[in-house]
């Protein structure tokens, strides 16, 4: 394993320039040091011009995801060692618009995650007094995988229909509405129904399956997505032919 | 009331399409597109054939097979020039010719079924 | 300094009225050639016009068999012009995929509960192909045997 290991950084700075370049940067390359470690040192040391989103670094915040040789990653959990003796080629997030070198504009995502209602929606408050709500391990199972989410979007990157289509939820915001719906408390799901069943709400989605296989927290929002589908066309097919009881 | 959007029939219909074109449409295009034309295993005489065909069971099941396979492959490949050709703001074409042409091929199945002797 | 962006918005490309520009990337026409997975996802959609063209086929053959013994053999004999022929040997392929793929994928959309707890995908996608088995036998026995 080398010493050290060139790492072509995407930069962007609004200020000076109106595109993107790319900066190479050669850093030390250790068995344990992740591409996080790479950007860090670049910062310290080599170039403190350099922006980007980190938290825990360890995989559970889902602040640093980026571009790394064209795959949506976790930085903290990307060993620089997987990429021999590189070049590493780090680029911003993609299908999200870029603020400022590595750092994107997540405010589309924070929009639609709210417009799913991804909290505990239920007709009348238990007090309480009346103690706590009881889950049985089966229920729990249920929607335990959804809940997994750590909203980092890599799914949002690796997915063809989000970059296409502004009105695409998007992989995430479904998996977390599900996450609520499957859940046996909440009492929400005709609300969400609304939102979700509107033209390009989930219907834009093909299943092309990259969402799964890129999120980090094995959530797999495809199978969520295709889950919901045909709940809500069931749903929609139910109000069709019985208006009266759908509501 | 979930805004009425035609989006959740349409998809039913293509998962219906899609299932009942995975179960039986490799089978036939084996058959009746390869193996008779040239000749292999033993092709079936033209009277069982026709029996075979004049069935009224055999009609139905046909005219649902032709349907349900139609609006499957029009729902899939319209997505497919949405999404690969990014020609979204032709959209009200697009799905005139895709469902326009599931309708028109599916009057037609209807018509050649109907009218078998 | 805002002021005078405000006022001279084209002095300062580099900004909007309240914050930097952000750099926005459109998909490339191509995008679809970018991964393999995107290129076996279009292959899969792709297989939707092979569809199509199998049911105008099969249309074409009931209407064939609709007309006689003659027409049958006639249609018969089109159908082994090469063209035609590599086209249905094409569509069988694009056919099959869309098969094995639909069958690997469906589990996804259809979570079935057996004393409260889900089957398992591999037990759908099981049966799935044992359908597809019990399919293909009966349409064979059907046009072969019967």
């Not at chain 1, 033209?199 to 919901?228: L, M, N, S």
């Not at chain 1, 045909?230 to 109000?239: F, H, N, V």
């Not at chain 3, 591999?122 to 072969?144: D, E, G, H, P, R």
């Given at each position: 394993m080398p010493d050290r290991i060139t790492m072509q950084v995407t930069r962007y700075r609004p200020e000076e320039e109106s595109g993107e370049s790319v900066q190479e940067?050669?850093?030390?390359?250790?068995?344990?040091w992740v591409v996080l470690d790479g950007?860090?040192?670049?910062?310290?040391?080599?170039?403190?011009?350099?922006?980007?989103?980190?938290?825990?670094?360890?995989?559970?915040?889902?602040?640093?995801?980026?571009?790394?040789?064209?795959?949506?990653?976790?930085?903290?959990?990307?060993?620089?060692s997987e990429y021999g003796s590189g070049p590493v080629r780090v680029e911003p997030l993609k299908n999200f618009p870029v603020i400022r070198d590595l750092?994107?504009?997540?405010?589309?995502?924070?929009?639609?995650?709210?417009?799913?209602?991804?909290?505990?929606?239920?007709?009348?408050?238990?007090?309480?007094s009346e103690g706590e709500y009881l889950q049985t391990p089966n229920e729990l199972d249920e929607y335990k995988q959804f809940s997994m989410c750590i909203n980092c979007m890599l799914c949002y990157s690796a997915c063809p229909i989000y970059g296409l289509e502004p009105g695409f939820i998007g992989p995430a915001a479904i998996a977390l509405a599900q996450r609520y719906n499957l859940d046996s408390r909440d009492e929400g799901s005709a609300e969400r129904l609304d939102v979700l069943s509107?033209?390009?709400?989930?219907?834009?989605?093909?299943?092309?399956?990259?969402?799964?296989?890129?999120?980090?927290?094995?959530?797999?929002?495809?199978?969520?997505?295709?889950?919901?589908?045909?709940?809500?066309?069931?749903?929609?097919?139910?109000?069709?032919?019985?208006?009266?009881?759908?509501r | 009331m979930a805004k009425r959007s035609l989006e959740p029939m349409l998809w039913l219909l293509f998962s219906a399409g899609g299932v009942v074109s995975a179960l039986l449409v490799p089978i036939l295009v084996l058959l009746l597109g390869i193996a008779f034309p040239l000749g292999w295993l033993s092709a079936p005489n033209y009277e069982h054939l026709f029996a075979i065909v004049r069935h009224p069971l055999t009609r139905v099941a046909l005219f649902g097979i032709c349907v349900l396979s139609l609006f499957h492959g029009a729902h899939r490949f319209r997505f497919t020039l949405y999404d690969g050709l990014q020609i979204k703001h032709l959209n009200e074409l697009i799905n005139?010719?895709?469902?326009?042409?599931?309708?028109?091929?599916?009057?037609?199945?209807?018509?050649?079924?109907?009218?078998?002797? | 300094m805002s002021e005078h962006l405000r006022d001279h918005p084209a002095e300062h490309p580099g900004y909007t009225e309240y914050h930097p520009r952000w750099l926005r990337r459109r998909p490339s026409t191509y995008?679809?050639?970018?991964?393999?997975?995107?290129?076996?996802?279009?292959?899969?959609?792709?297989?939707s016009?092979?569809?199509?063209?199998?049911?105008?086929?099969?249309?074409?053959?009931?209407?064939?068999?609709?007309?006689?013994?003659?027409?049958?053999q006639q249609f018969l004999a089109w159908s082994r012009h090469p063209v035609v022929l590599v086209l249905n040997v094409v569509t069988f392929l694009f056919v099959v995929f869309h098969?094995?793929?639909?069958?690997?994928?469906?589990?996804?959309?259809?979570?079935?509960?057996?004393?409260?707890?889900?089957?398992?995908?591999?037990?759908?996608?099981?049966?799935?192909?044992?359908?597809?088995?019990?399919?293909?036998?009966?349409?064979?026995?059907?046009?072969?045997?019967g």
């Open positions: 940067y050669e850093v030390p390359c250790s068995k344990d950007l860090n040192y670049i910062k310290d040391r080599l170039d403190g011009s350099l922006s980007y989103r980190w938290s825990c670094r360890m995989g559970v915040c889902g602040s640093c995801g980026m571009t790394v040789n064209g795959e949506p990653k976790l930085t903290c959990e990307t060993f620089l750092v994107v504009e997540i405010g589309d995502f924070m929009r639609k995650l709210v417009m799913v209602k991804p909290w505990m929606i239920r007709d009348q408050e238990k007090p309480v509107e033209h390009d709400g989930i219907w834009g989605c093909t299943f092309v399956g990259e969402c799964t296989e890129v999120c980090p927290k094995h959530v797999d929002p495809a199978g969520a997505i295709q889950r919901y589908k045909l709940t809500a066309a069931l749903a929609g097919l139910k109000s069709f032919v019985l208006p009266r009881s759908a | 005139l010719f895709c469902y326009g042409g599931a309708i028109v091929l599916s009057l037609w199945a209807g018509y050649l079924l109907w009218a078998v002797p | 995008w679809w050639l970018e991964r393999r997975a995107y290129v076996s996802f279009i292959t899969r959609e792709l297989s016009i092979f569809i199509a063209w199998f049911i105008v086929y099969l249309l074409l053959f009931i209407r064939a068999v609709s007309r006689g013994d003659a027409s049958y098969a094995f793929t639909w069958f690997n994928l469906a589990p996804k959309a259809m979570v079935v509960h057996v004393g409260g707890k889900p089957l398992p995908a591999s037990v759908i996608s099981a049966s799935n192909y044992a359908a597809w088995v019990a399919a293909t036998a009966f349409v064979v026995w059907l046009l072969l045997g």
